[in-house]
T-cell receptor, first 109, second 117 residues
Framework: DAKTTQPPSMDCAEGRAANLPCNHS???????VYWYRQIHSQGPQYIIH???NNETNEMASLIITEDRKSSTLILPHATLRDTAVYYC??????????FGSGTRLLVRP | GAVVSQHPSWVICKSGTSVKIECRSL??????MFWYRQFPKQSLMLMAT?????????EQGVEKDKFLINHASLTLSTLTVTSAHPEDSSFYIC?????????????FGPGTRLLVL
């Protein structure tokens, strides 16, 4: 079973920031937080990952709380192409990813 | 970088036949590859973990004699669905592990849609 909890759906306006929350209260010390997204009928796309520090790349920012029990993925300027299911996953060095139900993000024009 | 391809992208076959799906890491070498399947309106389910040159490790409930995995090189893994039946119809997705930000990260292929008639 997935060890993370995400809201089933969210929406935001095009051009605005999308903030996707994730709870991982049982995360262990050696587990990373990974974010992937899956656009309809495609394979998942890697977005970002982190251990305890906040991370930023060309796609998104990842904010991890100090106690590491939750995190937020931020898409700073959402576009229509960001409409997808977003998965937050905890994984250790075994690389095994257990996908939950994710958050279905709808970006409105 | 970190591009993974799958072939074919879709396949239709008759019940009882076998189907082979290829997964390739195009611009990196992957010691570990993974196979998932996804049924409509469901999330991805890990089927097996494949390491180059060794036998695959299957998840509980996945029949290793039905889903044959071969990881012959650092850039190629194949999944063969033997004696396919309609209930095997699904979206099969592979991933390959590569180093990113000091941590092994999985990069996924585009998936193969299998329809068994």
């Amino acid at each position: 079973d997935a060890k993370t909890t995400q809201p089933p759906s969210m929406d935001c306006a095009e051009g605005r920031a999308a903030n996707l929350p994730c709870n991982h209260s049982t995360i262990s010390g050696n587990e990373y937080v990974y974010w992937y997204r899956q656009i309809h009928s495609q394979g998942p796309q890697y977005i970002i990952h982190g251990l305890k520090n906040n991370e930023t790349n060309e796609m998104a920012s990842l904010i991890i709380t100090e106690d590491r029990k939750s995190s937020t993925l931020i898409l700073p300027h959402a576009t229509l192409r960001d409409t997808a299911v977003y998965y937050c996953i905890n994984a250790d060095s075994s690389y095994k990813l257990i996908f939950g139900s994710g958050t279905r993000l709808l970006v409105r024009p | 970088g970190a591009v993974v391809s799958q072939h074919p992208s879709w396949v239709i076959c008759k019940s009882g036949t076998s189907v082979k799906i290829e997964c390739r890491s195009l611009d990196f070498q992957a010691t570990t590859m993974f196979w998932y399947r996804q049924f409509p309106k469901q999330s991805l389910m890990l089927m097996a973990t494949s390491n180059e040159g060794s036998k695959a490790t299957y998840e509980q409930g996945v029949e290793k004699d039905k889903f044959l995995i071969n990881h012959a090189s650092l850039t190629l893994s194949t999944l063969t669905v033997t004696s396919a039946h309609p209930e095997d119809s699904s979206f099969y997705i592979c991933s390959a592990a590569a180093l990113a930000g000091g941590q092994e990260t999985q990069y996924f292929g585009p998936g193969t849609r299998l329809l068994v008639l």
